[in-house]
Every structure is written in C-alpha cells, then in structure tokens.
C-alpha cells in the first residue's frame, strides 16, 4: 500500500451518514481533506470535528446538481490542495417517485448529483492524476447500480450510470496507474437515506457505517497495479482488515 498519510482526498457527501464517517476514517489515517456537500451548518460541524482531531479540511458548501457550482468546487479543492491521492463521490439523492409522477426537473436533479457531479469531479482531477501516474477514484454504489427498484426513476439510472463510468475510466486510467472502481456498503447500513428507505426488516439488522469506512482508507492507499475497474464490497474489505490486524 501507497502510505497515504498527508496525501489529500477530496469526499462528497460528507456531511452526514457514511460520508462522515469515511471523512473520519480518512481524517484517522492522517490525510487531508476537501469535504463538500450542500448542508452547510453540518458539513461545518464535520470540518472542526476533523481540525479538533488534528486533522488538516477544507470544507466547501456545494450544490453537486449545479454544474459551474460543482466546477468551482472542483477548482477550489485543486487550488487549495493540489492533485488529491483519491477522489470519493458519495453524494447522492434518492427520491422514491413512479413514473406517472416524477417531474424532469426533479429526476434532472437526483441524476446530476449522481452522475454528472461524478463526470465533473473526476474530469477536474483527471490531469493531476495521468501527470502523476498515480490516483484512485471511488464511486459510491450500491444494489441499484446492478437491478432495478420500484420508484427509483432517477436513483438507479445514476447508479447504473456510475458503474458504467467506472468501467471506461478504469480502461483509460489504467496506462496512467489510475484505479478507478465502485463500491457498495455489502450490508446494511444505518443512515439518513437508508432510515427513509429501508423497510423495516432491513432496519432491524443495519450497521453503524462506521463499521465499513476503513475500506476506504484501505483503497486510497492502491492503485491500478492492486484493483482497478471493479465493483467491491465495504462489508468484506473492511472486514478483511480487521482480520489482517489494520484496524
């Protein structure tokens, strides 16, 4: 493993539910961080968490369904850090709608969040990354990137939409040593979006997201060479480091 610590990381979503918690476990690991989500106040409360650690964030308030506020967003965390060792796109929007009601202009947005904001993030740090030959990139996915949901109009398209991203930039990256994957949680996790959605059964056996964040640090240390264009499970790898004694 690539040691990762001052190396930066630039994270969506960030201000709540897993994103937080992968904020922390990075934090942990000593990296720094470019933070950005649209809920100010908490993404805020997150950054002095990670300073009061001893951690070195940048917070960036962000709409990730704006473009230009996405491409600003980009510019700031590149100008402020430099090329980021990984790049991880959690954010997201699940609004369970059929097709008889979901507006265009509220499937545009559950879509732009997921899927254009994850074009634009990894198109910024792109360059950084094939000059370097080095770099991971991670979308957040889950069982909605690989089967189809009642009333995810907008929700499983993205996520679709991210799985095939990854594929092509994994081909792509590859001769630069970019890894470029999805991973999904591999169980159930306990978070605001899943406390909207979830039925009650799976409710019942949730986990704290904090028990699968160390996956992430575990793949912001690979690259290429290790895994790359591949959908991988939180649950196991975190798993997996606890069994090898790095956790």
């Known amino acids: 493993m690539i040691d990762i610590k001052g190396k930066v990381a630039i994270l969506t ?3 709540e539910g897993w994103g937080y ?3 922390k476990a990075l934090a942990g690991a000593g990296m720094r961080l470019a933070l950005m ?3 100010g106040e908490k993404l805020q409360r997150v950054a002095n ?3 009061a650690m001893g951690g070195d964030c940048l917070p960036i308030v962000v709409d990730l369904a704006n473009a230009d506020a996405t491409q600003a967003a980009a510019e700031e965390a590149l100008a402020y850090y430099g090329t980021p060792r ?3 796109h959690n954010a997201a929007l699940l609004k369970e709608v059929s097709m008889l009601d979901v507006s265009f202009e509220n499937w545009r947005r559950e879509m732009n969040i997921i899927i254009q904001a994850a074009f634009i993030l990894s198109k910024a740090v792109w ?3 094939v000059e370097a030959k080095s770099g991971s990139i991670v979308f957040i996915s889950s069982g909605s990137g690989i089967k189809g949901f009642v009333k995810e109009t907008a929700y499983c398209p993205g996520k679709h939409s991210q799985e095939g991203l990854m594929k092509v930039l994994s081909m792509e990256g590859e001769p630069y040593n970019i890894a470029v994957n999805t991973i999904t949680p591999g169980i159930a996790i306990n978070t605001p979006m899943s406390a909207s959605h979830y039925p009650p059964e799976l409710q019942a056996r949730w986990v704290d997201p904090a028990l699968i964040s160390p996956a992430f640090v575990y793949r912001a240390g690979l690259d290429a060479k290790t895994t790359t264009g591949h959908r991988l499970d939180a649950w ?3 798993e997996a480091m ?5 956790l």
């Open 37 to 39: 989500d649209v809920q």
């Open 127 to 129: 360059p950084g990354m």
């Open 49 to 51: 968490e990670i300073k």
């Open 21 to 23: 918690e992968i904020a």
């Open 236 to 238: 196991q790898l975190s």
């Open 13 to 15: 979503g960030a201000a």
């Open 86 to 88: 990984v790049f991880i």
């Open 242 to 246: 606890r069994v090898a004694g790095k």
